[in-house]
């Protein structure tokens, strides 16, 4: 896979949701929502952690099977939703 060819850069999510919230005022459960597609991948290697990046189509896994920063902002958001509800402005 192409790291520069339609792959999806999960870290990026956070960005994305902090702008979107700020546009449309999604609800917590939209936020979640878009959270699920990583939810079986924390629980691949039993490591808790999360791919590199994603191949668009498929969402299947790829690049480095622990990337920190991704992890951090899938954690991150997570954490904003639970804490404040989707207090992110």
């Not at 949701?17 to 924390?42: K, Q």
């Not at 590199?52 to 690049?63: H, S």
Request: proline share 3%; aromatic share 12%.
């Amino acid at each position: 896979m192409a790291y520069h060819n339609g792959t999806i850069w999960p870290y990026l999510l956070g960005a994305f949701l902090d702008a979107h919230t700020r546009v449309f005022r999604r609800n917590e459960a939209g936020a979640i929502e878009l959270l699920e597609p990583f939810e079986e991948n924390l629980k691949r290697y039993g490591i808790g952690t999360i791919n590199e990046i994603f191949e668009a189509k498929t969402m299947r896994p790829d690049g480095c099977v622990s990337q920190a920063w991704t992890v951090a902002e899938i954690l991150r958001i997570y954490t904003d939703i639970k804490k404040e509800g989707i207090h992110w402005v």
